[in-house]
């Protein structure tokens, strides 16, 4: 999937529970994250943070992206 869209995606979710303030707010985007996105999904919108690629996320985003478990490489 393309950075962009998962970026976009992020900043919905971002968006959705913005209202709760950043720091729990991030913490419900995590959590969304952690439940409902694929695990390749979760890697890669972290490689982009990691690389410096995700630009426009948005900073609930994130942090929330900066909490997530994302799996390991075997």
């Known amino acids: 999937m393309k950075t962009e869209k998962l970026v976009r995606m992020a900043n919905q979710i971002a968006?959705?529970?913005s209202h709760e303030g950043p720091e729990r707010g991030a913490?419900?985007?995590a959590d969304h994250l952690q439940k409902f996105w694929d695990p390749r999904m979760r890697a890669?919108?972290?490689a982009a943070v990691d690389e410096g690629r995700a630009e426009g996320l948005d900073p609930i985003a994130l942090s929330a992206v900066r909490q997530?478990?994302?799996p390991r490489a075997n």
Do not use: L, P, Y
């Open 15 to 17: 968006g959705f529970f």
């Open 68 to 70: 997530i478990t994302v």
């Open 27 to 29: 913490a419900s985007v």
């Open 44 to 46: 890669q919108i972290a």
